[in-house]
Each structure stands twice: as C-alpha cells, then as structure tokens.
C-alpha cells in the first residue's frame, strides 16, 4: 500500500481529534458575551511586532528570553521542513527547493535545527536545574513531554536528512546533516530504512504535537499573538466599566466574562512571571496570580457555569489582591489579572461578602466621604497651621485646583507633608485653592475593591464639586486620586487635565519660580508608588526633584515599572494582616536597607504611612529615615506673597 493514503488518513484523523478536543474551549469563546477590542488595527499589529517579533517583555528575563527567541525564530525556520514532509508526499511534485537538490534553505533548516536544540537545552537547564521558584504551581509533565516531543522533531529531521546524504543526495548544503551521515555510515546504518523510519517519526512527532497542544500551555504558541491583538488599549489606570447588559455589577460564572477574559486564560504559558512579582504571594497571603489564571482556564474546559467565587476561585484569594498591576505589566502575552478580579470582587460586594474591616471603611465612606470617620469640617483642619491662608476653590477663581486627598488631609503622619507642599506652592507664586469639606475619597481603591455603586457616589459628588470651580488645571497629592481623576472619571464624560504634586514642583523649578538651596549630596533610594508610576508614568519628576534638591540617588533592584508595591491600593489597607507572613513594606525596606543608604523617599500619602509603620515594625527607624520628596526641599529664599508669612524651608540632614 503506497505511503500517500496512509498519510492522509493520520493527518486527517489528527486534525479531527485536535479539533474535538479543542471543542469546549471553541464553544466557551462563541458563546461568551462581546468585547469591543477591533478598534485602531495598527496599533494593535506595532504592540504584536514588539511583543512578538522584539520579545520586548520575554527579555527582561535574559536567559528566558534568549532560549525563547531561539525556540520562536526556530520553530518558523523549521516550519518549511513540517510544510516539506507533508506537501512532498501528499501532493507528489511537490518542493520548496529547487529541482535538482538543495539551496539555501537547506542550510538555514541544518544550522536553525541546532538552535532549536540549543534552546531547547537551555530550558531543561532553566527549569530542571535553576529550577526558578516562580515555575511553582506550573505543569512540570506538560513541559517535559513538550520537550520531547521537540526532541523528536528534530532529531528525526536532521537524521532524515543524513540518511538521505547517505544515499547519494547532495550534502553540499547541509553540514549538520552531513555529520549525522557520517555517523549513520560509521555505525552501518541502512540508508533507506533509516530515512523512512526517521520520516514517520518526524511526521508521528509533529501530529502528536498538534494533538496535545490544545490541552497544553503551550497553546500560547497560536493564542499569544491574537491575546496580544485584542489587549486592552485604555490607559493603564482604567478600571473596566460594568457592561450596560449585566444584571449584576459583579461576575459569578466564568460564562460572563467577554470572550477576550476568557481567551486571556487560554493564553496564559504558566511562566510565573506574575507571581514572581505579586506582593500578595509574597507575603504568604493565598494569592497566586499565574494559579487563579490556571484554575479558572481549567475549569473554563468543565463547566463555564459553575460557581466560581467561593468555588473555583476562594473569596480570600480575591481580597489578597493590592491591585498594584504588577501581574499585568510582567505578562509578556498582556493577559489581564484585574479585570477579573475587580470583576469577581463586585459580586462579592454584591453578595455582602465583605470583611469586618472592609465592611467599616465603606460605611464611613458612604456616610462621611473617608474612610477614617472623620467629619467632613475637619478635612481642611491642616491649614490652620499654615503662616497664610489657602483659597476655597469653591468661591473664587484659581489657576490650579488641589485635590488634597484623605491620608493627606487627616493622617497626622502626613499632614506635615501636605502643608510642606502648600508652603512649597506659595513660594513659588501659584494661584491655588481646594474644595474644603466638599472633597471626597476620590474612590480609586474603592471601585478597585469591588463597591461599584459606592464609586460612582463618589465620583459624581467630586465631579459636580470640581465643575462649580473655575480652574485651569488639577493637582493633587495622592497618587490614587490622580489616578480616579485622570481615568476613571472618564466613564462619567469627566476629563480634567491633572498633574501628580512632583509634576509641578518639577515644573515650577525648571521654570525658576522655585528657587531652592542644594543639599549636600546625601545618598537616598526612592520607591516608585504604583499608581504614580506603573499606572500613570509618573517616573521622572520624583526623580528630577531628589536631583535638583542636591541629594545623590540610589535606584532600588526593584524601580520604575517594576516597583513593588507598599501594600496599601485596592483597598488592602483597610483590611487586616491575618495570614501575611511579611508585609509588603517590610519586604520593600529590606530591599533599601541592603542599598546602605539613610533615607528612603516616597511621593504617595499612603506610602508615608506604609512604610513609617514598617521601618518602626522592623525596629530601623533609626537606620532609615521615610521622607516624603516635598521634605528634601530646601529653599534658598520664599518671598511672602503679599499680606503673606516668609515660607521657611527645611532640608532633611542625610
């Protein structure tokens, strides 16, 4: 019987059952609710090529990245082989080469072939021998018969190859291939039989690859691209908006996610990535961004309409989240973590399953618009202990108006800070006012823990104050508010034009209206709050402020967009410490207390008061000194406004 039905008869049957096994997940997608992610194509096909084609993210990670774009490049180089062995014998005639022998193809195919082998080493090394803690929880015996089956692959091929050269067929081409046929010969290998073993083998490999793919991680290999395509294009710090059509704000079913959620979960390639970086996970709270990925793709292929909070994915593991968007910014496939958990959060609200602090912080927030209880007339109760009088912004015309923020308005750890910045203001002349006792939480970390209904109070209350003011700009002093202002008040046709307070004591300076006395070069690390940095890109000013106050910075291992988070956001500051092992602020001042410097710098409320908490938990206040950027500043003269008080600077001694 001729080897041409045969053929099509395994390759038919395993299309056929790499189908029927991709079935469920096939159905989940088609039935799941829309998203709109079609929209500027362009951008969509640049953030593929980088992703992609450039590895942008894969390479932060040096050895995974470069033993990936081996494999990658590799695998599109060895494609032509896969297209070969099929078209040749399933369409006779068929050929990629030349008539009469080999070309250069050959040779890209012999020297790609040891790449692929080479990269293929180093991943046994990376994860049998380096064996990295953020492989935990992933499938150890899906990785392996993945490795073997590339193994066979090209083994095969190459061995194909050589057997043909054994027989008579040109090796000018292939010097890889020739070095096999060297060792067929000197072994006494039969070269007809080997090649056609070495045929079936090749072509048994790759269809037994297609049939595992679609209940393998690796399905990441066809799903990465289109997951990339169809991320989210909204700016960072935009919680998702709850669909028109949903009954209920929060989610209960894996069925009501939009198909893009749930395509997320069948992109995931258990990398750990994520949960390297989560300071959830790393305290020891029960919160394995990578695992509520798995488990929800994994019960995605039983039963989409199950019950998934409380079932698949465990209240706690919601309510461990600190919404830092660590997770999402490491993913090198975009897969989004928040979304979902935002999503599953608002059910839980939904269902009154809310801790008893939790519980406290959003009755005070409904009742008093903060979450300390405090009386809306104390809100501007700092002010009194200012040499000079700040407007309300509400009865007359500013340039610019400050939204102070609640941990900046009543934590008395903080409020020195925020009457520094209002000094710092004066000095340099800007008109500025703020809303008094009609600010409220601008609910940022609410809408972020799930109370829907809660934020748009909040929000709408802000925004009707905010419009009654004539203003040319917002500043303000919490990075979370910054972040609700500038975003999410969006969904509430709300756009305001604001600036994070070191944005414009930065601007002040390089416009020579803050004229400041350099300090003495005093050693300082910085830590990059979330909100400012990884959500908005607010990295350079904090930093152009320590610089021009004439202090010496000492970049953490973990900055920029790859700072870890204090602890404090979604919420996670109003909830208990039950479970954590190490905080997360504990864990961030061991890291600066390894660089040997003597002040640690900040530009968030919330991380003032995380961190003063963790240096004096760690019994290291002593060591090191929390200072918020606005103290480093010293200025060399403030001429009062008029009717004013002198505005007395005061530098921190490093």
Known sequence: MSETPILWIVTLAAAALTLWRSRRYIAALAQAPGASRFDQPWRRLEGVAIAVGLHRKMLRKPLSGILHALIFVSFFVLFTVTIEAFGSRLFPGFSLTPIGGDSWIALLQDLFAVLMLLGLGLAVYQRYVLKPARFRGSSGSDAAIIYVLILLIVSSLLTEAGARIVGGADASWRPVASLVADLLSALDVPAHPAERIAYWIHVGAILAFLIYIPGSKHRHMFLAAPNIYFRNLEPAGTAPAVPSERENPGVASLAQFDWKQQLD???????????????????????????????????????????????????????????????????????????????????LVDEGHVSPMLQDALTNLTRLGNSMGKPSKMRARWTKELGFPVKDARSEPVDVLWFVGDYASYDPRVQDV?????????????????????????????????????????????????????????????????????????????????????????????????????????????????????????????????????????????????????????GRIWQGDDGVKERPSENRIREALDLGVGIFVVACPKDKVMYTAATDALGVAGQLKVVDVAELISLREAPAAEGYDRVEGGAING
């Open 418 to 570: 925020t009457r520094k910045v209002a000094e710092l203001f004066t000095a340099a002349g800007v008109d500025f006012g703020i809303l008094f006792d009609a600010e409220r939480n601008s609910g940022n970390d609410v809408r972020r823990a799930g109370e829907e209904g809660l934020f748009e109070t909040l929000a709408q209350s802000n925004i009707d104050a905010i419009r009654e003011c004539s203003f040319n700009r917002i500043v303000t002093t919490d990075p979370h508010s910054l972040n609700a202002l500038k975003n999410d008040y969006r969904h509430f046709g709300a756009e305001f034009e604001v600036l994070h307070y070191t944005a414009l004591l930065a601007e002040l300076i390089a416009a020579g209206k803050l004229d400041i006395t350099p300090a003495g070069g005093a050693l300082v690390t910085y830590h990059d709050p979330c909100y400012l940095g990884r959500y908005n890109g607010g990295f350079d000013a904090p930093r152009d402020l320590i610089r021009a106050a004439g202090y010496t910075l000492h970049d953490m291992p973990r900055c920029r967009e790859n700072s870890f988070c204090c602890g404090a956001g979604g």
């Open 265 to 347: 979960l069948l992109s995931c390639t258990e990398c750990g990535r994520c949960q390297a970086v989560c300071p959830a996970y790393a305290s020891g709270l029960p919160l394995s961004p990578k695992m509520l990925i798995t488990d929800m793709r994994d019960a995605l292929a039983n039963d989409a309409s199950g019950l998934l909070v409380g079932g698949v994915i465990a209240e706690e593991t919601l309510w461990a989240c600190t919404t830092c968007r660590a997770c999402m910014e490491a993913c090198p496939v975009e897969i989004e973590h928040l979304p979902k958990i935002i999503d599953m959060r608002r059910h």
